[in-house]
């Protein structure tokens, strides 16, 4: 780029567009093959810029960037207070969970609302599943998983687990027969002659434990 001065101005020094005011006179800004007409202007923030001047008479430019910048935080502020979580996973989740199970066009309806599937009352307003979703683990990338297939969605019979957890569950993998009955996995820690946690009973079964010692005996340190 070479400066030359310029004959014909437009712009006088003092006068004021937006936040720029002229401190300079114009000149010939050459870019490639395209000249144009420059000049220097101050911004109300203090940034001195060189402006084109056929910019600042069509009033595209009216500051050193500082009013987009500004601007742009702005929308940021004004987006986030009008959608909150509304575009966040969790929020998709919630959304999701009660459509299947209130929405009789929801795809997913008949195999569950149509099941009898339900959510509990707590969980129709978003912000106790939110609160209840960050205190138990949350992580973007899981889904909530119902622990007993065939109980609701609510916080004692729900879990963020990754597809794999779920899978197991539905697969029913894991049957255990204690106290002469044959059960899964989740449906023995809902049990209330379970003692144990679903970590610390997996963890015995690995070791060679019977299902219902497994369950139900908490004698040692496996912790
Ligand atoms: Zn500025």
């Known amino acids: 780029m070479f400066v030359v001065p310029v004959e014909r101005r437009k712009v006088n020094v003092g006068q004021r567009f937006g936040r720029l005011a002229i401190v300079g006179v114009p000149f010939y800004m050459q870019a490639g093959k395209k000249r144009t007409h420059g000049v220097v202007c101050e911004c109300e923030c203090g940034e001195a810029k060189i402006v084109g001047v056929d910019n600042i008479l069509r009033?595209?430019?009216?500051?050193?960037?500082?009013?987009h910048r500004e601007k742009a935080a702005i929308d940021?502020?004004?987006?986030?207070?009008?959608?909150?979580?509304?575009e966040s996973a969790i929020y998709r989740?919630?959304?999701?969970?009660?459509?299947?199970?209130?929405?009789?066009?929801?795809?997913?309806?008949?195999?569950?609302?149509?099941?009898?599937?339900?959510?509990?009352?707590?969980?129709?307003?978003?912000?106790?599943?939110?609160?209840?979703?960050?205190?138990?683990?949350?992580?973007?990338?899981?889904?909530?998983?119902?622990?007993?297939?065939?109980?609701?969605?609510?916080?004692?019979?729900?879990?963020?687990?990754t597809q794999q957890q779920q899978a197991n569950n539905r697969r029913g993998c894991n049957m255990l027969a204690a106290f002469g009955e044959t059960k899964s996995l989740s449906q023995w820690l809902l049990d209330s002659r379970c003692a144990v946690s679903e970590s610390m009973l997996r963890r015995r079964l690995k070791m060679g434990w019977t299902a219902q010692e497994a369950i139900t005996n908490q004698r040692d340190s496996v912790a």
């Open 59 to 67: 009033g595209v430019t009216t500051s050193c960037g500082c009013w």
């Open 76 to 86: 940021v502020c004004k987006h986030n207070r009008k959608h909150g979580f509304s």
């Open 93 to 161: 989740a919630w959304h999701g969970m009660k459509g299947r199970c209130f929405n009789a066009n929801d795809a997913g309806y008949v195999r569950y609302g149509a099941r009898g599937i339900t959510v509990c009352q707590e969980w129709w307003s978003f912000q106790p599943f939110l609160e209840w979703s960050q205190a138990n683990g949350y992580m973007e990338g899981l889904t909530i998983d119902r622990i007993d297939n065939n109980g609701p969605y609510a916080p004692w019979n729900c879990r963020w687990a």
